[in-house]
């Protein structure tokens, strides 16, 4: 019989199918495989001037900006979502409601190799891109404007991409996304109760039954989610609490780029390198809002940051985007057992 | 500059691209087109015995139950998500929480012709396919263990169409389903202030501004809503508060029939027969909650059905799926605009 699960921090209920579930063989995603370096990549060493100014950047001793020798590279997006000029403004249309446009859309350029996908990189490497993730949202969140920096990766045209060159992304935005403020409010209303964070609460569980686990190391666990809405989602945490990314200490951080090129690496054996996107939840910027100073509240000891890594192998998306309701044919069971058990 | 904007019903923030919007040319989506009948497609007349037992069916004259002589037909799905045998449970696993998978779920044959598409088929029969929805939800609704009947159409592989046979799915869940949820807890809040339907204010303003407008019947309005998700959204509302599809007048369905089909040919003709879906959001079923014998509440008031159409154009979802967040790159007022003035 299929399974009904309800996700402890969204609340949403998913279809589980638990008997035939569906094998990384029955996913007929396209491999996103390996483009032809173009001439005109903007994103490839040599072309630094071919992108908005550099903001950031991993540099060797004795590079100037905008110019070769970097490692890692961050500018403004081409074509930003959002506009940095200008202030918030609000207003109201008989029930409907405006903002202004205002927010930071960046790029982060991995790496200024064309052809290297993030599982294939060197721990060290990757250990650079996080700390630009960092940079960017420690600076970022003390502008009063914005009350959420999201950092994200779409890894394949099937996951969004429109460069195939590796790149993240950075959006900061006035308002806090959807599913992150879902989660706040389920960590506060948890904690109000229990007093203890339901995320460590989850990792201990999780770490207990193992059913579900994809990969340990000493800071970090990653295991497909109870609830996964996809087959082969997986989410990465910190074994111990932290709510904010950007606090990580560099002993850590490490650890992370240990644990994410292991997660790749394992989704890109078991699943022919499919696309994917990663989304970092950390808690929103610091900034008071009007007239709740204390709005972080509790934040600090009920949230505690992950990373959500979703395959994008099925294509049933639609009608779940108007009912919110989704059926997965894979059980994170199977998911975690073929992750787990492939060797590297 | 770009512009935030709030759905009123989904409290959900939206970057829309007001200025640089794309165009209908913009989007690559691949037509859905036609393709050449299959000998063995379980859909097609003739090829009863080869679907589940039917289980409603509008039929011709002196014609017999899974043979041929239908018009509209019924059945199990062939491979059902949740199971109809069975009692709901519910277990708890230390903070995780589990339902046995009982619900419905059932494919409506939208015709016995293998190649017609819907905005192709006669308004007398799209009405049939409409009286079959609600054949269907009001005969399931009356089983206690089921809270919802969701009705649903994919449309196209792009869509997660499995078979290109016209074809709707329904699915009866011991839940309701998320983003209807979110809606019943706006409509309620709205109402509660107001002693008004919120999507009755909707309506209304959307007729007084008419830039969002796509058509409009003397029972029906499609528009475009302010907060679109994706490109080309559109809603189709009564006019009138109803909050049950089940319950619509027959000489209304009729027009609801006229209105679904210029509102899939307006958008076949503007985007070159895309994929979509589209999904009924009425109101849960009327059976009791354990301890909440007034569950209902004042909800025949304020909720409005309606019909959520979801163009698939873009590929960002798995970043969105992330997050909660949304990028439109093409304004409603935009969208309106071109589906509105395009010649049929």
């Known amino acids: 019989m299929p399974e009904l699960r309800k996700d402890p921090i969204s609340g949403r209920w998913v279809v589980i199918a638990v008997e035939r579930g569906k094998r990384p063989s029955d996913f007929k995603s396209a ?18 001037g071919k992108t908005p100014p550099e903001i950031l ?3 060797k001793p004795d ?8 490692e ?7 074509f930003p979502a959002l506009t940095m000029q200008g202030e918030i403004h609000r207003r109201g249309e008989g029930i409907l409601d405006y903002m202004t446009g205002i927010g930071a859309h960046e790029v982060i350029i991995d790496s200024p190799e064309h052809s ?17 993730y960092k940079m960017r949202i420690s600076e970022l969140e003390k502008d009063d404007r914005f ?23 950075l959006i900061a935005t006035p308002i806090t996304p959807r599913y992150v403020k879902l989660e706040l409010r389920t960590a506060r209303d948890y904690f109000h109760i229990k007093e203890r964070c339901i995320f460590c609460d989850l990792v201990k569980q999780e770490l207990n039954s193992g059913a579900r686990i994809v990969a340990e190391n000493e800071y970090f666990v990653a295991y497909a989610p109870f609830a996964s809405r996809f087959p082969f989602e997986i989410w990465i945490l910190p074994r111990r609490h932290h709510s904010n990314f950007q606090d990580i200490p560099d002993a850590e951080r490490m650890q992370l780029a240990m644990m994410l090129k292991e997660i790749l690496s394992r989704l890109a054996k078991v699943l022919n390198d499919p696309p994917y996107n990663y ?26 940051w992950h990373i959500e890594v979703i395959p994008r192998l099925t294509k049933m998306a639609g009608f779940e985007w108007g009912s919110g309701f989704y059926i997965n044919p ?8 073929f992750l787990r058990e492939v060797s590297l």
């Open 63 to 70: 590079t100037k900006p905008n110019d070769i020798g970097w």
């Open 116 to 132: 290297t996908t993030l599982a294939e990189m060197e721990v060290n490497h990757i250990d650079k891109i996080l700390w630009a």
């Open 31 to 48: 491999a996103v495989g390996k483009e032809e370096k173009p001439k005109s990549c903007p994103f490839c060493e040599g072309n630094e």
């Open 57 to 59: 950047a991993w540099r």
């Open 279 to 304: 989304v970092i939840h950390t808690a929103p910027n610091p900034a008071p809002r009007p007239g709740r100073p204390d709005y972080w509240g509790t934040i600090k000891y009920d949230f505690h």
């Open 72 to 78: 890692v590279r961050v500018t403004q997006n081409k």
């Open 147 to 169: 009350r959420y920096v999201l950092v994200f990766r779409n890894y394949g045209t099937g996951a969004g991409a429109s460069l195939a060159h590796p790149h993240s992304q």
């Open 330 to 337: 894979t059980s994170p069971e199977q998911a975690a057992k």
